[in-house]
């Protein structure tokens, strides 16, 4: 089955810098990789995704790019704000179009920013 | 547009009982899927419903079932409870598939039950 690496586990930074974590995937049949961010007693929270037809995608501070020859993809955050302090997941799966096939999880990345 | 409620939000139960958690979908949502969050094994996909059918499913014992009904609700029972059950257990609803938009991939999560084993 999938396996989803993700580092860091826990990333520190200040205020206005940015911010980047990556994932490492292994099933080459994945082709959707969704990137959510969690806040303390709530549900993951869906940010921003990519299929692997697309390579960079962007949503204001937020981009994601993806390497599908190294099955790798990663997040980043520009100009960071207290508010982004959380934990984020990437995930990935085999979306065939048939239907949202379980998501394969990464660890998770604790994500804090100091100001 | 209402999000993904689950209920109820925290349950307390005794090793060896069983328990039944509830998932309402986004409104024209027809796909609900079901994932376990523990600190030690993070997310796990536990399985998925569309149309009233079990679509796929992740590696979990037969302890863990569900149904999805007509109106796209859809519950998830744990029988004979074990310490190691106890987790945060997430409802995420998608469009579902037979749909040609990017939007179809997408899942959204609700809050979660917090169910604790004692």
């Known amino acids: 089955g999938e396996n989803v690496e993700q580092h860091p586990s826990t990333l520190s930074v200040q205020e206005g810098d940015s911010a980047v974590i990556k994932c490492t995937y292994s099933?080459?049949?994945?082709?959707?990789f969704p990137w959510y961010k969690q806040e303390l007693g709530k549900g993951p929270q869906l940010i921003i995704d990519?299929?692997?037809?697309?390579g960079e995608k962007k949503d204001q501070r937020i981009a994601v790019t993806l390497n599908k020859t190294a099955k790798h993809f990663s997040l980043h955050i520009t100009e960071t704000q207290p508010e982004d302090s959380a934990v984020y997941f990437c995930?990935?799966?085999?979306?065939?179009?048939?239907?949202?096939?379980?998501?394969?999880f990464g660890k998770g990345t604790h994500l804090i920013i100091q100001p | 547009k209402a999000g993904v409620t689950q209920t109820p939000r925290y349950l307390i139960k005794t090793r060896g009982q069983q328990v039944t958690l509830s998932c309402s979908p986004i409104?024209?949502?027809?796909?609900v899927s079901w994932y376990q969050q523990t600190p030690g094994q993070g997310l796990q996909f536990l399985f998925e419903?569309?149309?009233?059918?079990?679509?796929n499913k992740g590696n979990f014992p037969g302890r863990f079932s569900g149904r999805q009904f007509s109106n796209s609700r859809s519950e998830m029972n744990v029988s004979t409870l074990e310490l190691g059950d106890s987790a945060l257990y997430l409802c995420?609803?998608?469009?579902?598939?037979?749909?040609?938009?990017?939007?179809?991939?997408?899942?959204?999560f609700g809050p979660g039950t917090r169910l604790t084993v004692t």
């Open positions: 995420a609803s998608s469009l579902g598939p037979g749909l040609a938009v990017y939007s179809s991939y997408e899942q959204y």
């Open positions: 995930a990935a799966s085999p979306y065939s179009g048939g239907g949202a096939d379980g998501l394969t």
């Open positions: 990519i299929r692997s037809n697309v």
């Open positions: 409104s024209g949502h027809r796909s």
């Open positions: 099933d080459s049949a994945s082709n959707y």
């Open positions: 419903y569309f149309s009233e059918t079990q679509r």
